[in-house]
């Protein structure tokens, strides 16, 4: 890019000689005819005999390679000229500004002109010397209204591009959720050299790899390190470092140790272990003290999880796919917040999440009734929350997992409708049909969430898939 950008800055130099060269040619032609240049065509036909074609394009010649070396090397430094266009890394359009450069060079070369015009005269060298000063004045003449046009392309570039961060920007950063308080926001609030500003703005270069212009106009550029300033919640203040990463929310909701923790950790474990099915450059968990959890989990521990935890699980995946991080927050809970037994229980993201898995142990006592009181308790908080009245559907799609699928039992490796309807038979009527009453997407899935076999992640990928979310590529098929 570099090299392209010096080459196209120069080549802009050359292509304005050209005509400029024409013009002086021709210009010559007639100097030669009028007076006091008329006696250098006596002079040539008495001792040198060229012909009227090499006398009108020495000079012109002369005047080329003074204007080659005034505008390609260090002598351009004499002259206050931009010899080289800006580094693409801090000006990612490098030529904004040629049209400056090139009317400094007019402006120089009309003053040197001037002077050298004037000394000419008085050492009758006039000639020789005037000429190529004629030729560099008329080509920077003609140089300007061209570079001008090539400045305004790139203006016009400039202003597409970013019109295209603004909008990258304002996709990115129209979500987030807070990986500490749980709660949604626009954006995250920016810290920029000590101002709190709750949204971006474009510098007067910012696009794309520019950096921070000031604290007043900082720019969007997604990879000017916007997404690595230092960011917080605007609820709950807290730090947080989420990098603009596009949340896609998952519930967890079911009776104690119905397997929901596990299903979490599989689903986390298998993602990290996996790189997001070879689709991610790096796949995280942003709270460490879930990678000891998902330790825990693999040696075999999966502890209950305390009613104080409200701290989504949080796995941050980097592609090369996209310009942000993916985040994939799974909000678990105690079992008993589904009893009624727990008085703070607000689950901040049953406003915007995109899907709930309900889990259900087949091989506990009683299942049927435990799983049906933990669903009513569920959903009498769900519409609580929502202010959603008993007779209104809710659109957010359920997943209901069946855990324990590598204990063998009427329910194990079935799923969709031939688990639904041996469920039905089976003791689990009730629970069928309100789920199907209370949701207007509801699918059934069976596996063993208590070891990282892929079965949490197929049904990942087919909670994904069903509400529509990129997200499904991280996820085994
Ligand atoms: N064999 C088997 N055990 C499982 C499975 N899923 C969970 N378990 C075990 O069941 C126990 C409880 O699982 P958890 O994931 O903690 O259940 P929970 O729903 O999070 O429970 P609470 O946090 O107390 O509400 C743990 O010891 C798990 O190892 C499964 O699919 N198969
Ligand atoms: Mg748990």
Redesign the pocket.
Known sequence: MRRLNKAVWRLTFLIAAIPACAVSYWLFGILLTVFPFEYIVDLNDEFLGLDMFWLQFIPVVFGFLGFIVNSLTSMSEVFDLVPEPSDPKDFPVPFIGISKGVFEMFRTMLIITGWMGIFCILLITIPLCLPGFVVSALSVLFAFPVLAAIDAVYFAAMHIAKAVDRRQYDRNTVCFVCPECGKTSPRPVYDIDGLWVSGLRPSAKGVLSVEMESSTSPCFGSKGGRKDLQQSCPECESLVATKEGRPFVVS?A????????????SVTGELISSSGNGNASAVRNYHFEHDSDLLD?RS??????PESNWKPHLAMIESARFVTCRNLYMF??????FTGAVETDIQPQYAFNDAIVF?L?P?CADPAGVANSAYIGFIEKYRQFNRLDASERISVPLFVVV?????KGPLSGLEGKELKDRMAEGGYFNLVNTIERDFSSVSFFS?????EDGSSSRVMRRICDATGSEFGQFFKG
């Open positions: 967890m079911g009776a104690k140790s119905s397997g929901k923790t596990s299903f979490v950790l989990y075999g521990l999966c502890r209950p999880t678990d809970v105690s079992g008993k917040f889990t142990d091989t855990t324990r699928a590598d204990k596996c063993a969430t208590n070891r």
